[in-house]
C-alpha cells in the first residue's frame, strides 16, 4: 500500500511550489516508508510514499508511460487477467507491478477500466492537460481533495492537504453535524473539513478545464435470485475461498488477524491449508487488554471472551499465534496517536487498541489479512436480527441521539439540529437503493444498502488508517465485489439460514471450521472492561478541560461534561455508537475531540 498527493493549477506555474508538494507527501510517509517519488511539471505537482508488496525492486512511482503518469494506492487482485488482455492490444509490460497495468489499462479503456479491475484502490492520472481519479467499489483506500481558488489538490490522508497553507482547519455546522449527529461514521464524501471531500468509493472524478466532475462507475442491481439453499451455500464457500486466495498473493510473508470468531477464523482457515501445501507455517495474531478475564462480564452483544476459542483454532490449523496484551496505560496513551492517523476523532480505545495491535504486527510482517465487512453483507449485527432495533427510525447503530443532543450547548443544539440532519442524511441513503416491487423485500435491501454504505466504509477507514499509520498492510477478503453483489440478491431468510445470525455464512462453512467456532456467537471486537482504564481518561479529560479555551466548553454543556466525569461516563446511558462506544470510550472521545482541536489548531467557523 502506499500514499500520494497531487497540486494542479492550469494557470500557474507549479515548480515553485514544489517544497511545499514535498512537505505534503512527507506527511504520508508511514504510509509508504520503503520509497519516495515525484513527478514536477510546468502545472502539476505529484508526489508518492511506496509500501512495496509486489515487484520490491521496481514499480516505482510516480509512473509514467507516453504523456500519462499515475500516483497510486492499493492492489489489484486481477493484475494477470488485464494485463493477458492488453497484451493481445500490443502493450508490453517491463515490471510486474500492478501499477503500470492499471495505468496501461487507463490508457486503452479510459474509465471503462474501472468495471474491469478488482481489488483496493485510490488513484489520480494525469494526462498533461487533465486528471482522472478513481476510488475501489467499497471504500477500502482512501482519497480526498479540495479546490481552493485555481488550485486543485488532492491526497490520500486529510493531514497531506492540511500542510499547504491554502487548505485551512476549518470546522463548521455542517462538520460539528457529521461529527456530533453521525461520527463516527460520515456522509459519503464528507471530508469533515471546510471545503475538503472525499472521493465515494465506487465513483470517479474528472478534473477538466477546472471544473470537477463525479461519476458513479458501479451501482448494485436487483436481479432474479434462482439458486436453492445448498446451490447458494456451494456459491459462497466458493466466492469467499477464491478472494482470499487471490488476496494472498504478495512477495512478502503474511499473515492474519484471529478472534475466534467466524469471520477470522474462515480467513486464518483457508490460508493455513494454502501454506501448509507448500510446508509453511501461518502465523496469526490476537490482542487483549491488561485483566481483562478479571473483570469481564457478559452481555447481549459479548457474551464471551476470545482466548479459548483462538486456542482451538490455532491448535486445530497448526498455526503460530502472537497474543498481544495492551496495558491500560498504553491503551489511553494511543489516542493521540490514532486521533491523528484518523485526522479527526473516531472510535476512541477501539481506534488505539488498533493502531497499538498494528504497530506489533508490523514488527514481523507488512501484509495482513482481516474479516472486516463479513457482519455487514452476512447480517451479524443485533439490527439484522433484532426486530426493535431493526425498526428504528434512522440508521439503527445511532440509538444515543436524545443524549448526544442534551450533551450540547442549548445554543449549538439550535444550530446543529442533530436529529433533523440525521434524517436527512439517512433518507438520501434510502433514496438510492435499487428499488423492488416487494414491500418486504425491499426493507431488507434498504437494510443491507445503509450497512454497505455508511456502517461498513466506518470500518474500513478505521482499518486503513490505524494500520497504515503504521506501514501495515491490512486486506479485507469479504470487501469481494462478486460476492457482495451475489449476496445483493440472495434472500434474506437464507443469509439468517434457521434463524442464526450470519447462518449462511457458518453453513458454507461448517465442514471447514471446529464446530464451536461455527455455533459461536458473534462477539464485536474486544474492548477493555477494566475498570481502571474509565479512571485514567477521567483524569486525562479533567486535565484538558481546565484549559478555559478548550473546544469542548465552546461545544457541550459545561454541567454535562462535569457529570461524565463524575461519573466515569455511566451518566451517558446507551452506547455514543453501535454496540462499544459506552461511558469510558465517550470520556476518551472528547479527550481526543480536545486534543484534535489544539494538534490541528482547528477554527471553529459557526
Partial sequence: MCGFVGWYNKKEKMLKNKNILKKMNKTLKYRGPDMTGYFFDNNILLGHQRLSIIDLK??????????????????????????????????????????????KGYIEYKEKILEKIEGIYAFAIYDGKNIFMGRDRFGVKPLFYTKIGDNFMFASEIKALLKNKLVKPIININSLQELLALGPSKTPGCGIFKDIFELRPGHYLKYENENIKIERYWQLKNENFKDSFEECKNKINELITNSIKRQMISDVEICTFLSGGLDSSIITAVCSNEFRCKNKTLNTFSIDYEDNQKYFKANDFQISTDKQFIDLMSKTF???????????????????????ARDYPGMADIDSSLYWFSKQIRKKFKVALSGECADEIFGGYPWFYNEKI????????????????????????????????????????????????????????????????WFMPTLLERKDRMTMRT??????????TKLIEYLWNTPFEYKLYQGKEKGLLREAFKDL??????????????????????????????????NKNSILYKIFDKNKLNELLKTNGTSFKNPWFGQLMTGPQLLAYLYQFDYWASKYKIILEI
Fill in 471 to 480: 506501514s501495515l498492510e491490512a486486506r479485507v477478503p469479504f470487501a469481494d
Fill in 318 to 340: 497448526k498455526t503460530k499465534h502472537h497474543y498481544k496484551v495492551i496495558s491500560q496505560k498504553k491503551l489511553a496513551k494511543e489516542l493521540k496517536a490514532s486521533v491523528i
Fill in 390 to 453: 431493526r425498526n428504528r427510525k434512522n440508521f439503527p447503530w445511532i440509538d444515543s441521539l436524545e443524549e448526544r443532543n442534551n450533551l450540547l450547548k442549548d445554543d449549538i443544539k439550535d444550530k446543529l439540529k442533530i436529529k433533523d440532519y440525521v434524517k436527512q442524511q439517512y433518507q438520501k441513503t434510502i433514496n438510492e437503493v435499487p428499488k423492488t416491487k416487494n414491500k418486504e423485500e425491499q426493507k431488507y435491501k434498504n437494510l443491507f444498502y445503509i450497512n454497505m454504505i
Fill in 58 to 103: 521496481n514499480g516505482k512511482q510516480p509512473m509514467t508511460y507516453k504523456n500519462y503518469t499515475i500516483v497510486y494506492n492499493g492492489e489489484l487482485y486481477n493484475t494477470e487477467e488485464i494485463k493477458k488482455d492488453l497484451m493481445t492490444k500490443n502493450y508490453t509490460f517491463s515490471t510486474t507491478s500492478d501499477t503500470e497495468v492499471l495505468l
Fill in 513 to 546: 471450521l471446529p464446530i464451536e467456532i461455527c455455533e459461536r456467537k458473534k462477539n464485536p471486537y474486544p474492548k477493555t472492561h477494566n475498570p481502571k482504564y474509565a479512571k485514567i481518561v477521567s483524569k486525562l479529560l479533567k486535565k484538558r478541560l481546565k
